[in-house]
T-cell receptor
Framework: DAKTTQPNSMESNEEEPVHLPCNHS???????IHWYRQLPSQGPEYVIHGLTSNVNNRMASLAIAEDRKSSTLILHRATLRDAAVYYC???????????????FGKGTLLTVNP | KAGVTQTPRYLIKTRGQQVTLSCSPI?????VSWYQQTPGQGLQFLFE???????NKGNFPGRFSGRQFSNSRSEMNVSTLELGDSALYLC????????????FGPGTRLTVT
């Protein structure tokens, strides 16, 4: 799987937007960009994924650069409950379902201040 | 719809023993993956099962094994436990593998003494 680079940690204030960056300069044309997060003492939780176009769901937005070498997860209004480790992961759709696995990096620890 | 459940939630074992962990996926999900999480190595993929067949395996020794039953429930087994096997073991299910999102259970915390 292609490699991603994320900052080790970020801080935000409650009710403010948060932009979590991810660099993936070696991304291939068939790689989807997935985001998961892990709240304290819980298993990881799916957040969002996309290929080329920006994506929105009830949890977050994903902005993908035009060259796809970077992406940004956007939490529109951070809450204390959003404090977690956020993982940016590339998934090669072309590898087929038989090779499905998630390769987690170290992620970004997001701290939300009240 | 019920989420992924894992049993037991906590386990303490002694070096040399073996352990079996259980995972019940979300109803309708046929793919089950297992991950090990430690402070030093982070989250690492163990193996994935789909329709009772192991389709992919991570870089773990043969002491780590698993299986999947016809109802998609899965078990993983670790034989001859070592201190380094102390970790959080996470199970995740998805609809059919591939690019579908994975849903994780709360994990089983294994402590080897």
């Amino acid at each position: 799987d292609a490699k991603t680079t994320q900052p080790n940690s970020m801080e935000s204030n409650e009710e403010e937007p948060v932009h979590l960056p991810c660099n993936h300069s070696t991304i291939s044309g068939t790689d989807y960009i997935h985001w998961y997060r892990q709240l304290p003492s819980q298993g990881p939780e799916y957040v969002i994924h996309g290929l080329t176009s920006n994506v929105n769901n009830r949890m977050a937005s994903l902005a993908i650069a035009e060259d796809r070498k970077s992406s940004t997860l956007i939490l529109h209004r951070a809450t204390l409950r959003d404090a977690a480790v956020y993982y940016c992961i590339l998934r090669d759709w072309n590898s087929g379902g038989s090779n499905y696995k998630l390769t987690f990096g170290k992620g970004t620890l997001l701290t939300v201040n009240p | 719809k019920a989420g992924v459940t894992q049993t037991p939630r906590y386990l303490i074992k002694t070096r040399g023993q073996q352990v079996t962990l259980s995972c019940s996926p979300i109803s309708g999900h046929r793919s089950v993956s297992w991950y090990q999480q430690t402070p030093g190595q982070g989250l690492q993929f163990l193996f994935e099962y789909f329709s009772e067949t192991q389709r992919n395996k991570g870089n773990f020794p043969g002491r780590f094994s698993g299986r999947q039953f016809s109802n998609s429930r899965s078990e993983m087994n670790v034989s001859t436990l070592e201190l380094g096997d102390s970790a959080l073991y996470l199970c995740a299910s998805s609809q059919a593998g591939g690019n579908y999102e994975q849903y994780f259970g709360p994990g089983t915390r294994l402590t080897v003494t």
